[in-house]
């Protein structure tokens, strides 16, 4: 039987309804425990392990997830390729609300975060190669997948990624414009590289819930509000019309 993709739902992906035979895996890593359980089930046809990072009734801030015992766990769990579900506001104009985003490059704003399994005292040290922080296949699958279900998808992005749980200022928001960000999210690190660090397959599917501070016109949160609900389904439609093998 092939490896289960794994799924890690954020804001814009709390639960998978559609998972079929789904059943609570016992999770422990030396890390302690994953944001919450892991669901393994059948989407349409593949087998996946879906992990919400936020954990029961949302309680866990992007800054306080414990990123390496999600990875850790969904590796443990036979996973070998991971989609990761992201709400994002944007700052190019193309990634405009409601829109999806394959991104292929991120810039990592975070710190303080535990963010290499190096650091355990155990795992050797690696410098990962990090160039391209996306698994190009699995990012193939899902463009081709949105494009086929005629979804409106942006194909490429960079990912900037803040430490949060505040959203950004305008000048912040103006300097990652400078720095060539498109989207700007507080989740996608350090769960790529740690997703890199175990040998996994990583890709993400952002979904623009907002223009990014100082962006647009409309206050952020109403536009959230306004945005998370087709966004999530655009998110839904995408995983059940194709999880990458
Ligand atoms: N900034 C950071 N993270 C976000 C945003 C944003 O504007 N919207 C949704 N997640």
Not at 174 to 191: A, K, L, N, S
Not at 193 to 211: I, K, P, Q, S
Request: hydrophobic content about 40%; overall charge negative.
């Amino acid at each position: 039987m092939s490896a289960p993709v794994g799924i890690i739902g954020g804001t814009a992906l709390a639960e998978l309804t559609d998972l079929e035979d789904a059943r609570d895996l016992d999770a422990h890593t030396p890390y302690g425990p994953p944001s919450g359980p892991l669901r393994r089930g059948r989407l349409a046809g593949r087998e996946v392990v879906f992990l919400f990072r936020h954990g029961p009734g949302h309680r866990l801030p992007p800054h306080a997830i414990n990123y390496r015992a999600n990875i850790r766990a969904l590796a443990d769990a036979g996973v070998r390729t991971v989609v990761a579900a992201a709400a994002v506001g944007g700052i190019s104009d193309a990634a405009e609300p409601g829109r999806l985003v394959i991104p292929d490059q991120i810039i990592d704003y975070t710190w303080g975060r535990a963010h290499s399994f190096s650091a355990d005292g155990e795992t050797p040290l690696q410098h990962v190669d990090f160039t391209d922080p996306y698994d190009g296949p699995a990012c193939d699958e899902l463009r081709q997948a949105a494009a086929g279900a005629g979804l409106n998808v942006l194909g490429k992005g960079v990912h900037g990624v803040t430490q949060g749980p505040r959203l950004e200022t305008a000048a912040e928001i103006r300097r990652m414009q400078r720095d060539g960000c498109d989207i700007v999210g507080m989740t996608g690190m350090p769960e790529a590289g740690l997703a890199r660090e175990a040998g996994l397959a990583y890709a993400c599917c952002a979904v623009v819930v907002n223009r990014a501070a100082g962006r647009g016109d409309s206050a952020i949160h109403a536009e959230i509000e306004r945005y998370l609900e087709q966004g999530m389904t655009a998110l839904g439609g995408l995983l059940t019309a194709a999880v990458p093998r």
